[in-house]
């Protein structure tokens, strides 16, 4: 038929377009969303800077999804970087080797702080990790003895807390914000109980102690948000009474609908974090191809100019989105590192 | 006793047949009101439907009407040769390599005449050129490298206004809340009610909602590389799904033998149709990813995916619409010594056009709101640049909607309205064009 002449030579010239273009003309990105604005605002910024590059793509996805497709090998249908709100781990590494990504450089970027925050009209709250640990935990002490826990209200967690029953919306399993969460958060808060030292005396062993202390009762009183922050902050809105885990970020742009709480007694700011004063915090990376580097256009100069002081710096774009910026020494340790060719 | 009080005097009269009929009207009345209840549940449930449909509509449109306007601020320019081509090359490339901060040197000046700002007083011009879109300099500087005749002459340039005095200046931003909380200071309001009394700020239609690519800045963000991207898929779509579903129908429907064989490709077809998008997507990742190696974030690996998932609907509406066309007409054929193929090309699929049409259109539509399978693929990007072919990495309108979606900016929240309503209107347009079509081929027998 005419019609399917047609289409078949229209796929055809395709084809014929297609080859040429198969060579990776421009940086191509995935992985964490935390990193995600950060790495988009460098991604802009670079294309407006350097005309002659190709504005890289940059994907989320998460930091698991991210490193996957990362270490799925090297070539032009690879990814160069891999952004990730978490070290990559032993066992991704080796996936890695064996795909043939055999040298991988290691980007530290900065810092994220995680707050607690609740409805603007709402009552101050000044937290400590026992109070989240005594508010969520699976099993918590109560007179000596290790009990699944009872408390169903704020205020029998700690007198001074409002009367409120405890809705907790916290980051679900697969967030990167979770462990953060699990390691600052519940297991300090476990241990500060002395919680911790009875799951020992009941004798478990030290990694099952702690993770007993990360289990997060299943009642419905702490909620998984598998989503985004939008998601949280649309349960606050709905309820009053509810307590949510937010990035930074997300709090300082809607700082007029939340109140952040306080967590052993420090605020969270930019300022509180860098210096490592408050205790929710971790760092962010993005892994490079060392392979990729000088074959994709751009892939070096990309790096170099994230990690510049005028992105990332105290008074960067990135910094006014939220990140937290590093140290100024561990800044230039990290270009240095690079430039050196340092891989993992 | 109680049978005389009950029955009416009329009856015993009458006998059985007045009983009879009587019991009739009685069932009568009972269906006429199992009628009524019917009409009101129907009822019922189209006005349910209808008021979601309000709602959802209402909601989408008040939320995203505003952000096709957007606060522009006006500001005379002067293109000053020494700065801009300190060494007098004026060529575009001259223009976007050298000093990038010159651009922005430009922008503070003029910003320093409207606003009289005293040029030694720096924080006055730093709250200024907090207004401003973060994406004026790079702006400036490509329009200038696309008309270098610029450069010489004084003239008026509209600046973006950042998303959150557009909020402010729409009011979702409100000025009644307490400093701290507000995005806007004090120290900017009257700056904005300086620019407003001498007619420097206005709101103007959205046009870069419609041409610009993805950004980090709400303000210049826009779904032109979504609508592009949307565009080459649907090409890729029609011109691999139209072909490949009526052969195959017309196969299957005219040509093929009716045995086990074609009972279980038919059953297989249906149940294509049920799988869910997701696991096209998975599919199309390790097909035309991972084993045939097409570059990911591709428009065509995403219009080959939403391929697989439309072939089913299209193969079934053609079918559907191949088996309405009356026997006689292919007997009639047959019977003046057409051969079959003839019958079937000349005679029969002529009058099924309307519904291979309306099938292949409404596939199509399906596939423009598609969203699951295009997140597997790496269609959910950060795409900056246009595509200039199908293998260049491009968006879609759905996943453009869900990245915005996620921003925490108000500029953000309406703009994913708005680009909702454009996904509607597309596929509003789409609909009508099905049955505009099918009203204009349709063939009544």
Known sequence: MKFSTAASAFVLGLCATGTSAFAAEQIHIAGSSTVLPYATIVAEAFA??????????????????????????????????????????????????AAGVTEVQEIRIGYDGIVFASDIKGPDFAFEPADWFNAI?????????????????????????????????????????????ELNVLLAGCKATKAYDAFIASGLAKGDAEKACAKVRKDGKAVDIDGEYNETLARIDSNKTGIGVFGLA????????????????????????????YPVSRPLFFYVKK???????????????????????????????GLVPAPKEERQKVLADFQAGKTL | MTEAASSPPASRIGGTDVRKISKIDIGLKRRYAAERRFRTYGLLAVTIAICFLVALFGSIVSRGYTAFQQTRISMIVDFDPSIIAPNGDRSAAAVMSGNAFRFDDLIAASLQKTL???????????????????GSAPMLRSMIAADPSLIGTKRSVDFYATGDVDAFIKGSIRADIPESQRLIKDKHIV???????????????NTGLFTNGASTRPEMAGVGVALVGSLYMMLVVLVLSLPLGVAGSIYLEEFAPKNRWTDLIEVNINNLAAVPSIVYGLLGLAVFINFAHLPRSASLVGGLVLTLTTLPTIIIATRAALKAVP??????????????????????????????????????????????????????????????????????????????ATEPERAFTERTSAAIIVLLAFLLAMNSLAIILRRAFERRW
């Open chain 1, 291 to 321: 392979a990729h580097l000088g074959v994709v256009p751009g892939l070096k100069e990309y790096v170099e100019f994230f990690l510049a002081d005028q992105m990332i710096g105290p008074r960067s774009p990135a910094v006014a989105k």
């Open chain 2, 191 to 205: 700056l904005i009610e300086k620019l407003e009394k001498e007619g420097a700020l206005r709101l103007a239609f």
């Open chain 2, 116 to 134: 009289e700002i005293d040029p030694n007083d720096e924080d006055a011009l730093y709250d200024g050129l907090d207004l401003l879109s973060k």
């Open chain 1, 137 to 181: 935990g699976a099993q918590v002490l109560k007179d000596g003895q290790l009990v699944d826990n009872p408390n169903a209200k704020w205020s029998d967690v700690k007198a001074g807390f409002p009367d409120w029953d405890i809705a907790a919306y916290i980051p679900g399993e697969k967030h990167g914000t979770r462990e953060v969460f």
């Open chain 2, 327 to 404: 026997p006689s007409i292919r007997e009639a054929g047959l019977g003046v010594g057409a051969s079959k193929m003839q019958t079937v090309f000349h005679h029969v699929l002529p009058l099924a056009m309307p519904g291979v049409l309306t099938g292949t259109i409404i596939g199509l539509a399906h596939a423009l709101g598609e969203t699951a399978p295009l997140l597997m693929i790496g269609m959910k990007a950060f795409v900056v640049e246009y595509p200039t072919t199908p293998f260049d990495p491009a968006t879609a309108l759905p996943t453009q909607i869900y990245m915005w």
């Open chain 1, 250 to 277: 997300f709090y300082e742009n809607n700082k007029d609908k939340l109140k952040v709480a306080t967590m052993n007694g420090i605020a969270p700011s930019v300022e509180t974090i860098a210096k490592g004063e």
């Open chain 1, 48 to 97: 407006e800077a350097n005309p002659s590059f190709k504005a890289p793509i940059v994907e989320g996805g998460g930091s698991s999804a991210g490193l996957k497709e990362f270490c799925k090998g090297v070539g032009d249908d690879t990814i160069d970087i891999a952004d990730a709100s978490r070290p990559i781990k032993d066992s991704e590494l080796e996936a890695c080797k």
